[in-house]
C-alpha cells in the first residue's frame, strides 16, 4: 500500500502551503483526503482530488468559493479570500470565525436545543433569501462561538436556486435542487430531546404506511449508483492484496460489538489510494495531534481497548520498538490482526479483560508508553485500572469525565506533566502525561 508515502506528501504539502504552526481542526467523515486546517488568521479547506474525496458531493472547492462570495452578506458564514488548484490539490482560503466549539443538540435541556435550533434556522432562511440552498446541515457543520450566536459552514452539498425551492430543500430536505438535502432542519427539529421524540414516531410510523400502501423499493437509477461504486471499490481493492486485507479487517470491524451499539460501521474511517473505508470517526484527525506530541521512537507502547489496533499499528510505523494492542472482543482482535498485516507491521494483539479478577497486571509489564483512549468508562474498578496505569512513565488519555477530573486523575496516578493535546471528534479532550 501506499500509506506511509501518501501521508508524508500530505504533510509536505501542507508544510509548504501553510508553515508548520497550522493546526488541523477537522478531516471529513466522507474522505480522509478533505481537511480543514488552522492559521493565527486563516481557515483553509484542502482536498487531494481522489475518487473518494470527489464521491458524494455535490461541489468542488472552486463551487464552494463562489457559494461563500454569493453569501458574503450573511452573518454566521466564513467570508471567503481566495480559491486556488495546484495539481491534484484545492486550497479554499476563508477568514478565521469567532472561536467556535462543536455542540451536537440532540443532547442538553429542551428550551437550549430549541433555540440553537431557531439560531441555525435563522442563518439558514437568510441563505435561502440569496437563492442558495446549503443541504446539509448536520450538528458537525455547525459552531456555537463565543458571541453567543452560530456559524454554518461547509458547503460541499450547497446548490443555487430559486428561494422558495431552497426553503423547501433545508427546511424539509426535498429534492427541488441537484439532489435531496442530506440533513434539513426538519431532521434536525426530530434530534431536539422530547419534541424529537415525538416527531420521529409519527415520521416513522408515516413511512410505515406509505411503504405497505405503495410497497416500493429503491429505484433502479439508485440500485445502479451504489452497484457502480462497490464495482469500482472492488476493481481498486484487487489491484492491491494489502486493500483487499484492510476491506476484510473493516468488514469484520464493522459488524463488531466494539462498535457503537446498533450500529454496523467501524470505529474509524480512513483513506487509502483513493479507497474509502468508512467508519464513525475519522482516525487522523486523532492521529494528527498524538504524532505531534509523543515520539514513539524505540519505545513500548501497550494499548488499553486497542478496538482496530490503528494506535499500534500507527506507533510501529513511526519507530516502536513493540506495540501490544488488548480488548475484551475477539472479533475486533481478527480485524486488528489483519489491519497490522495489511499495514505490513507486526504489531501483538491479545484478548484480556480489564474487570476480571485475575492478576492481569503481571501479564502486561515492561512498557514505556501506555494508551487508554475512552477506555476506562466501560470499567468498574477504576481504581485498580489507574493504579496500573501509574506504573508507566508515558500515558496517552481520553475519558468520558470533565477536563478538570482528567486532569485530576492522571495526577494521582503519578503524572507530573500533563499536556492537553486538543478535542477529539467527540468533544472530549485528549491528554499526554508523563513522569518526570
Not at 14 to 37: A, F, M, P, T, W
Not at 55 to 79: A, I, Q, W
Not at 93 to 100: C, H, Q
Not at 381 to 400: A, D
Amino acid at each position: 500500500m501506499r500509506y506511509v508515502q501518501e501521508q508524508e506528501e500530505w504533510n509536505q504539502f501542507i508544510q509548504d502551503s501553510l508553515g508548520e504552526k497550522c493546526v488541523l481542526v477537522n478531516i471529513s467523515s466522507i474522505s480522509s483526503d478533505c481537511r480543514v486546517y488552522k492559521t493565527t488568521d486563516a481557515i483553509f479547506k484542502i482536498r487531494r482530488l481522489t475518487p473518494a474525496s470527489i464521491r458524494g458531493r455535490n461541489n468542488c472547492l472552486e463551487d464552494e468559493y463562489l457559494v461563500l462570495k454569493h453569501l458574503s452578506s450573511v452573518t454566521g458564514v466564513p467570508k471567503v479570500r481566495s480559491y486556488k488548484r495546484i495539481g491534484q490539490w484545492e486550497q479554499l482560503e476563508m477568514e478565521l470565525l469567532p472561536e467556535l466549539y462543536g455542540y451536537d443538540p440532540t443532547f442538553g435541556r429542551p428550551q437550549e436545543t430549541c433555540k440553537d435550533f431557531w439560531d441555525v434556522a435563522r442563518v439558514t432562511l437568510r441563505m435561502n433569501r440569496l437563492g442558495c440552498s446549503h443541504g446539509d446541515l448536520h450538528w458537525c457543520n455547525v459552531g456555537k462561538n463565543i458571541r453567543g450566536g452560530v456559524s454554518v459552514f461547509d458547503f460541499d452539498q450547497a446548490c443555487m436556486e430559486h428561494p422558495l425551492r431552497c426553503v423547501l430543500r433545508d427546511m424539509f430536505g426535498f429534492g427541488t435542487c441537484e439532489k435531496r438535502s442530506k440533513v434539513s432542519l426538519w431532521d434536525r427539529l426530530q434530534g431536539v430531546r422530547i419534541i424529537g421524540l415525538l416527531l420521529r414516531a409519527m415520521v416513522k410510523l408515516s413511512r410505515q404506511l406509505v411503504n405497505f400502501i405503495l410497497r416500493t423499493g429503491s429505484s433502479s437509477l439508485q440500485q445502479n449508483q451504489r452497484l457502480k461504486v462497490a464495482l469500482t471499490q472492488r476493481v481498486r481493492l484487487q489491484a492491491d492484496p494489502g486493500l483487499e486485507l484492510l476491506a476484510e479487517a473493516w468488514n469484520i470491524a464493522s459488524l463488531a460489538k466494539a462498535s457503537s451499539p446498533g450500529v454496523d460501521i467501524a470505529y474509524y474511517s480512513i483513506d487509502i489510494s483513493g479507497v474509502n473505508f468508512p467508519g464513525e470517526r475519522p482516525w487522523l484527525l486523532r492521529w494528527e495531534r498524538i504524532r505531534k506530541n509523543i515520539d514513539f521512537k524505540g519505545k513500548r507502547l501497550l494499548e488499553l481497548g486497542c478496538n482496530m489496533g490503528l494506535l499500534s499499528i500507527h506507533a510501529k510505523l513511526s519507530g516502536a520498538s513493540a506495540c501490544l494492542g488488548i480488548d475484551v472482543d475477539r472479533e475486533i482482535l481478527e480485524a486488528a490482526n489483519l489491519a497490522s498485516r495489511a499495514f505490513g507491521t507486526e504489531v501483538i494483539y491479545r484478548q484480556f479483560d480489564l474487570a476480571d479478577s485475575s492478576p492481569w497486571e503481571e501479564e502486561l509489564n515492561g512498557f514505556d508508553v501506555i494508551s487508554a483512549l475512552s477506555v476506562l468508562h466501560w470499567i468498574e474498578n477504576k481504581e485498580r485500572v489507574w493504579s496500573f496505569i501509574g506504573k508507566h512513565k508515558e500515558m496517552l488519555y481520553e475519558g468520558h469525565e470533565s477536563e478538570q477530573e482528567a486532569e485530576s486523575n492522571l495526577r494521582r496516578a503519578g503524572f507530573t506533566k500533563i499536556v492537553r493535546l486538543g478535542l477529539t471528534e467527540r468533544n472530549r479532550q485528549m491528554f499526554y502525561a508523563s513522569q518526570e
